[in-house]
């Protein structure tokens, strides 16, 4: 929990007894579903949670902002993103049932009101959000291709609308189709902690 308060010092207490009750409920809820590695969990608050809220050091959600995240598993990013966003929606989708219910629970346990979750593929999901975001779900063109039609023309926020997504490794290739609008942040640049020295968020406005 330290890291969380450190970057995020603005936090209500409220928010700060959420993010806390996340590290017994993922421990307990992955003894029984696997939806972060095992010998992961004890990172669970760098590697996930801190991880997630790099999308709320790039942009501050305004009230009224929908959100989609696209293959959820457990939560990530938008269970932290809804703690931290209580005026903004968002819906959780994931293909794998299971995983959508330990999302669920969570969020239940935690108090959240602004979540919705969804037990389907992200081409059967009609509806139209203000962003799409995910957390390595895929290849960036197929998650381009496959939510472009959820983005709203509605504007709210100064940046418009499109996908973010939370990625490592070498993306020359993934980026090459969306070279002239793609905005590409290293996750070092907000966090010091050794793990984001090789991850990045990926902005593609697709208003």
Not at 77 to 101: H, Q, V, Y
Not at 185 to 204: A, G, H, M, R, W
Request: one cysteine or more.
């Amino acid at each position: 929990m330290k890291e969380i308060i450190t970057y995020f010092p603005e936090l209500t207490a409220s928010q700060r007894d959420q993010f806390n009750a996340l590290y017994d409920l993922y421990t307990c809820w992955n003894a029984r579903v696997n939806v972060i590695s095992r010998k992961d969990i004890n990172n669970l608050y760098v590697h996930h949670v801190l991880h997630s809220l790099a999308i709320a050091k790039y942009i501050r959600f305004v009230p009224g902002t929908t959100i989609m995240d696209v293959g959820t598993g457990g939560g990530f990013p938008a269970i932290p993103l809804a703690i931290f966003f209580p005026e903004a929606k968002f819906l959780l989708l994931d293909s794998i049932g299971k995983k959508i219910k330990v999302a669920n629970e969570v969020s239940q346990a935690v108090g959240l009101t602004n979540t919705e979750f969804v037990h389907a593929r992200a081409e059967e999901e009609k509806r139209t959000f203000h962003f799409v975001v995910s957390r390595a779900v895929m290849p960036l063109p197929d998650l381009v291709k496959v939510t472009r039609k959820n983005i709203s023309g509605e504007q709210l926020n100064a940046l418009p609308n499109g996908l973010i997504c939370l990625k490592g490794g070498d993306l020359a290739g993934e980026l090459t189709p969306f070279k002239k609008i793609v905005e590409v942040t290293s996750l070092n640049t907000y966090f010091q902690e050794p793990f984001f020295e090789t991850k990045k968020l990926v902005y593609v406005p697709m208003s």
